[in-house]
């Protein structure tokens, strides 16, 4: 078993290398897949919203993006190896794509903010096979973006339109394709447009990246309280655990 759960999500315990390997294994059969990188505050969203949780519980793997949730698997004496933050996850299948030509499909993101990552990709990845992009002001109403996918077949198409609306698009979207791997990526266009900073490497080690980003930017102290409602869930879910165990 490669996953352990919080709240009924069950998320990968998969480690980076391990992952990637799966996920290559399931893009070279040309298998439908499908990826949420959840954080803390993403989990506590699905606690809430058993739609959303629906949707999510869908994917082939449900990546511990954020340290919240590897201390919340402890809590439950559960083990996570590692976080795995999305931008991360992206960068090495972009790169796995660059060495063995996989296609990819970008959408989300301001236009300019999508303009410029994929100039910066194109200076890092330059045999990248980009096939197709959108900017995430376009909602897909008439269809255009899904008939591209269905087109154009990438290997992978990576969203950028935050949550939950990026998964419900893919909800919408992945039974109408015969190949691909989706996955939801939030604000990694904006950090590899050049957009905004990720935190320097000391902080990602320590484990703080989520600090630095609300340093960055003050607005994030009203989602940063999600954090801390998650482990309160948590130990509930763990005393609840105690009590059925105790009978």
């Not at 606690?47 to 402890?74: F, L, R, S, T």
Request: one cysteine or more; a positive charge.
């Amino acid at each position: 078993m490669n996953s352990v759960k919080i709240f009924d999500i069950p998320f990968t315990t998969f480690k980076k290398k391990d992952l990637i390997e799966e996920i290559l294994k399931r893009v070279n059969k040309n298998e439908k897949t499908y990826i949420v990188t959840a954080n803390a505050e993403i989990a506590m969203y699905a606690k809430q919203n058993k739609d959303y949780e629906n949707i999510i519980k869908k994917a082939n793997y449900i990546v511990p993006d954020g340290i919240g949730v590897v201390k919340g698997a402890k809590i439950l004496n559960q083990y996570i190896p590692e976080r795995i933050p999305g931008i991360e996850l992206m960068v090495d299948l972009l790169e796995k794509a660059n060495d063995n030509g996989y296609s990819v499909y970008f959408y989300g993101a301001r236009e300019e903010v999508l303009n410029m990552m994929i100039k910066n990709l194109q200076v890092k990845f330059p045999k990248l096979n980009i096939i197709g992009y959108n900017h995430g002001y376009d909602n897909d109403d008439n269809n255009k973006i899904t008939n591209d996918i269905i087109n154009l077949k990438p290997d992978y198409i990576f969203v950028a339109k935050g949550y939950p609306t990026q998964d419900l698009w893919i909800d919408k979207v992945i039974n109408k394709v015969d190949k691909g791997c989706f996955i939801g990526v939030g604000g990694s266009f904006d950090v590899l447009g050049g957009f905004v900073k990720r935190a320097p490497e000391m902080w990602i080690k320590l484990n703080l990246e989520w600090l630095y980003r609300i340093a960055g930017d003050p607005k994030r102290w009203k989602r940063s309280i999600a954090l801390p409602k998650f482990i309160i869930e948590v130990l509930k879910e763990k005393a609840s655990i105690k009590r059925k165990d105790t009978k």
